[in-house]
């Protein structure tokens, strides 16, 4: 599903081992994947991802939830979602020990900024880019606490680990115990130098978004799973703004000239005249297919992006986002 035919697009891609599995949690497995001649992998940060390419046509992304200071192994936890799309599913039934995956990455748009201070928050399978920022925040000497929701308390992974290191600074919130995170409370009054960094379902995210529309902009980073929802309510309104018809995409590199057919994104324009580009989930949530724009008004759907690099207009997801304007000019 991806191509990577210059050097500007080549990034690690190879095949892994699963060097072991365990169990973390009630349907959540953890694989630990190193180099079979024992390479040392790239490094990463926290709040970094990984594509597993799982064949068929599935390429999933899960966040590297171990040690970015052990180069020998990656680590990921993944939760089998019994109304997910096949990709979790095949994790767990076929990902056992000694199994190949081919892996791609890391990249990452969850990066742990600087701060005095972070709120940390994470709904179920969301605690596994949290998991690395809690040790790095601990690590830098930064005041910081976690706010962990779950269904029960056997389905929240790394639980234990994470309130026997870290004791009070970590809330668990089981479900069936407690009832849903208190985010009102949590998140009552914007603290100064302060960042929250929240992952999970998208029930959660959209509570702490309106929670943090109070604070400073730019204090609230998330990560989701699925793709935002994106309101195409003016798409055949006959506006301006709204333009879910055909536009010019000009690649600036080599000069060629473009058009994208109403119904058709920027990618499948790319592909189809043969341009070598990289991506993945082709839903807006996992950053690969990120393109430097240099003239035009993007229409911006992704799920990945701030709204200040929204707002700067320099980057885009070709995956989903279009343009609002005759014309895209990409770096390309």
């Not at 349907?27 to 597993?52: F, I, K, M, S």
């Not at 990452?108 to 179920?124: K, T």
């Not at 115990?177 to 914007?190: H, K, N, R, W």
Request: hydrophobic share 35%; with cysteine.
């Amino acid at each position: 599903m991806s191509s990577a035919t210059s050097s500007e697009t080549q990034e690690y891609d190879d095949t892994l081992l699963v060097a072991a599995r365990a169990d973390a949690a009630t349907d959540v497995v953890t694989l630990t994947l190193r180099h079979p001649a024992g390479r040392e992998l790239p490094g990463w940060e926290p709040g970094a991802h990984v594509d597993l390419v799982l064949g068929d046509g599935l390429i999933r992304q899960y966040s590297l939830c171990g040690d970015p200071a052990d180069r020998t192994a990656w680590r990921i936890a993944v939760l089998r979602a019994p109304d997910g799309r096949g990709g979790s599913a095949r994790v767990h039934d076929a990902l056992t020990e000694g199994a190949a995956v081919r892996v791609r990455g890391p990249r990452n748009h969850f990066a742990l900024r600087p701060a005095a201070r972070y709120l940390f928050i994470a709904g179920g399978i969301g605690i596994t880019p949290i998991l690395p920022m809690t040790a790095a925040a601990e690590a830098a000497g930064a005041d910081w606490t976690l706010l962990y929701g779950g269904r029960t308390r056997a389905s929240m992974a790394f639980a234990d680990q994470l309130t026997g290191r870290y004791g009070e600074k970590v809330r668990l919130v089981p479900q069936d115990e407690a009832g849903l995170p208190d985010l009102v409370t949590y998140l009552a009054e914007p603290g100064p130098g302060t960042l929250v960094y929240c992952c999970g379902p998208e029930p959660l995210l959209r509570v702490a978004e309106e929670r943090c529309q109070a604070w400073p902009t730019g204090a609230l980073r998330t990560e989701r799973f699925q793709p935002r929802p994106v309101d195409t309510s003016d798409e055949d309104d006959g506006s301006e703004q709204a333009n879910s018809g055909g536009f010019e995409v000009i690649l600036d590199r080599s000069g060629r000239s473009l058009t994208v057919k109403p119904g058709h994104s920027v990618l499948r324009t790319l592909e189809e005249a043969g341009v070598p580009v990289l991506y993945s989930c082709e839903e807006g949530t996992c950053g690969t297919c990120e393109t430097d724009v240099i003239e035009g008004e993007v229409d911006h759907r992704d799920s990945v992006l701030t709204d200040e690099e929204r707002s700067s207009g320099e980057t885009m997801m070709i995956c989903v986002s279009r343009c609002r304007g005759p014309k895209l000019v990409l770096d390309l």
